[in-house]
């Protein structure tokens, strides 16, 4: 899915300041971006009005053309943040199938739920309740009903923040398998530079706030990737560089 932020701000309430923008972003279907930035530079604020939680107070979104709002009637945008909201009455299998159940018209994916279980790994816990599982598997479940809606905007709001290195490395690998077999739009919010360079295909650094952009950096380097290479090491340098002369700069 296409996606065009123009010109885009957001001012809440009646407050003097924009919480981000005004913000221009192109984003061609199938690309995979991060967004980095100070903390309450707008990161989540941008998120949510790509996904079409609240309109935006100036400028205009567009999903591959159309207001956000008929894509998530759709069901066509994944949210992902970092509590993956399971249903603690169902079984692991049903969480990935009952939001199908709920809205007939999402777009569905081809694969079966036990199949997509699968492919994140959790077959062997398919009935299991979701608050018996650790929290990287909950958020493995969530992948799997991210993938089962067969949404094609994926927006993912620091989904692993919350887990250990290893857990969150192994997730970001697992997302990145799921999103080479079928290529969605992937906004991906993270504090961890690191991360941005081991998954983005580009990073967009976000000023402080209200949020704009300071700096789009492509990260032309072959998957899978090492983020302790010299070139990937350079583009985190680079990066923490330009998040560094914002923090200078906001004071
Ligand atoms: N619903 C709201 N009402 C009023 N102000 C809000 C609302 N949501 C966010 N803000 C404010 O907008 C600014 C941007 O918040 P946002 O959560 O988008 O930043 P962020 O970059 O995602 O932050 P962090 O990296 O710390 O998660 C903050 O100053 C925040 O207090």
Redesign the pocket.
């Known amino acids: 899915m296409n996606v065009d932020v123009i010109d885009v701000s957001k001012t809440?309430?009646d407050?003097p300041y924009a919480?981000?923008g005004p913000v221009t972003l192109h984003v061609p279907s199938g690309q995979f971006v991060a967004l980095v930035?100070?903390?309450?530079?707008?990161?989540?604020?941008?998120l949510r009005l790509i996904a079409d939680q609240f309109p935006p107070t100036t400028g205009k979104i567009l999903l591959d053309g159309r207001p956000p709002r008929e894509a998530r009637r759709r069901k066509a945008i994944a949210w992902m943040a970092q509590q993956p909201a399971l249903f603690p009455w169902a079984t692991v299998l049903e969480n990935v199938r009952l939001p199908l159940r709920v809205n007939p018209t999402a777009e569905q994916h081809s694969l079966s739920p036990e199949a997509l279980l699968e492919m994140v790994g959790l077959s062997d816990y398919a009935e299991a309740a979701p608050q018996t599982l650790s929290g990287g598997q909950q958020q493995r479940v969530a992948l799997a009903r991210t993938l089962a809606t067969g949404a094609r905007l994926w927006l993912m709001?620091?989904p692993f923040a919350a887990l250990d290195e290893l857990t969150r490395e192994q997730l970001a690998d697992d997302v990145l398998r799921l999103w080479e077999a079928f290529r969605p739009t992937v906004l991906w919010?993270t504090?961890h530079v690191p991360e941005a360079v081991r998954l983005a295909e580009r990073v967009v650094v976000?000023s402080d706030?209200p949020?704009r952009i300071r700096a789009d950096i492509p990260i032309a380097l072959p998957y899978p990737r090492d983020e302790t290479t010299p070139e990937a090491a350079e583009m985190v340098r680079r990066i923490r560089q330009v998040l560094r002369e914002e923090k200078s700069a906001g004071g």
Not at 37 to 46: H, W
């Open positions: 809440f309430n407050e919480a981000v930035g100070p903390s309450g530079c707008g990161k989540s604020t941008l709001d620091e919010v504090h976000l706030r949020g």
